[in-house]
Nanobody, 121 residues
Framework: VQLQASGGGLVQAGGSLRLSCAAS????????MGWFRRAPGKEREFVAA???????WYENPAKGRFTVARDNAKNTVYLQMNSLKPEDTAVYYC????????????????WGQGTQVTVSS
């Protein structure tokens, strides 16, 4: 299984980015897909997830600004991030799993390599 995250970069505060995570060698439509991030000096934390049945979940910092979506035909999950803030600066990771526990790192089976998002003030 491979998860390839992309779309990170440098953006000014208030700007937008769309992250993508392409999955291979798994039955994508059967998996929940999630996004986590690790800010400098902090632990990795849950950001958002979309279940195999298209249910969506967001951690509080992401609510109202981020949107998670999936395209099963392309085996890809997206994270649209709007109104970005400097505190959103982090390495963003995608994950795949089949647990109903979405916010816990241990519940996810497969991880991508991460993509850097830097938001300047």
């Amino acid at each position: 299984v491979q998860l390839q995250a992309s779309g990170g970069g440098l953006v000014q505060a208030g700007g937008s980015l769309r992250l993508s995570c392409a999955a291979s060698r798994l039955t994508f439509s059967n998996y929940n897909m999630g996004w986590f991030r690790r800010a400098p000096g902090k632990e990795r934390e849950f950001v958002a997830a979309i279940t195999w049945s298209d249910g969506t979940w967001y951690e509080n910092p992401a609510k109202g600004r981020f949107t998670v979506a999936r395209d099963n035909a392309k085996n890809t999950v997206y994270l649209q991030m709007n109104s970005l803030k400097p505190e959103d600066t982090a390495v963003y990771y995608c994950a795949a799993g089949r647990s109903d526990v979405l916010q816990t790192m241990d519940a996810w089976t497969y991880w991508g390599q991460g993509t850097q998002v830097t938001v300047s003030s």
